[in-house]
């Protein structure tokens, strides 16, 4: 088991090397298309730099806790591992064309909100026996809540019947987290530390994903909205709503770590 142990340090260490040096010749490769004066393009550097070093603290974190925390927060790296790579990528479709990167933007929704909403089943199966309704049902209310909004600012649907289905998604999640199960298991059987940690995620469920249905609505349904102004608000929503919500998670896990040992 020990030498297991070693072997997933020394692996997940070798890919936080990688990680940074991919980062690296990205980020070298993409900074001459900056320009000066462009707030947005300035906005999806920080974001991107941001994200990066999010996922190599995750995943140092990981192989320091360990144990039965492991899992929750490599995939906080993973969640900010997608996102930094597709921030790159966002960040050159604006300088390169003006334009906002809603393809990007939807395709790295649709790989991190879901890893996101499994980290409430993930706290909680680390500290209490959950069942996988919990897994499931958030699962569904992710794509439930993406994939119409998707279809709606495409095109393949009506934008106001994307935006309903989106929000009925959305709502589903809250009930889930507020009132569902999963919000009785951390009320009966999570410490305190897991308590805070998932009030803080469920409120930034809440107020930090009310950003999205708001700017879609702006942008789309109540005659258009500056596509600068949006993506600012749209990155800066995603240091909350990715990066915060795996230090939320840190900080569960370092408190129950300490508070076992």
Not at 97 to 116: E, K, M
Not at 127 to 133: E, H, L, P
Not at 183 to 188: I, P, W
Request: proline share 2%.
């Amino acid at each position: 088991m020990l030498k297991l142990n070693s072997l997933v340090k020394k692996g997940a260490a070798v890919l936080a090397l990688a990680f940074l040096s991919q980062v690296t010749i990205a980020a070298s490769g993409d900074s001459a298309m900056l320009e000066s004066g462009d707030f947005v393009g300035y906005s999806f550097w920080l974001i991107s730099m941001a994200l990066a070093a999010a996922t190599v603290f995750f995943l140092m974190e990981s192989m320091r806790i360990g144990g039965k925390w492991a899992t929750s927060l490599t995939v906080s790296a993973l969640v900010t591992f997608i996102a930094a790579f597709h921030y790159f990528y966002m960040r050159e479709v604006w300088v390169s064309t003006g334009t906002s990167p809603t393809d990007f933007r939807y395709i790295d929704w649709l790989l991190t909100v879901p890893l996101l909403m499994i980290e409430f089943y993930l706290i909680l199966a680390a500290i209490a026996n959950v069942s996988g309704g919990i897994f499931w049902r958030l699962l569904v209310g992710t794509l439930v809540m993406l994939v119409p909004g998707y279809m709606g600012e495409a095109g393949m649907l009506n934008t106001t019947v994307g935006f309903v289905i989106g929000m009925l998604g959305w709502a589903y999640i809250l009930y889930e987290i507020f009132a569902g199960e999963a919000s009785k298991v951390a009320a009966s059987q999570a410490p305190a530390a897991v308590q805070k940690s998932y009030t803080l995620m469920k409120w930034t469920v809440s107020v930090g994903w009310a950003i999205y249905p708001i700017g879609y609505f702006l942008g789309y349904l109540a005659g258009g909205a500056d596509a600068g102004t949006l993506n600012i608000v749209y990155n800066l929503a995603d240091v909350l709503n990715k990066i915060a919500f795996g230090v939320f998670i840190w900080y569960a896990a370092n408190e129950d770590t300490k508070a076992s040992a």
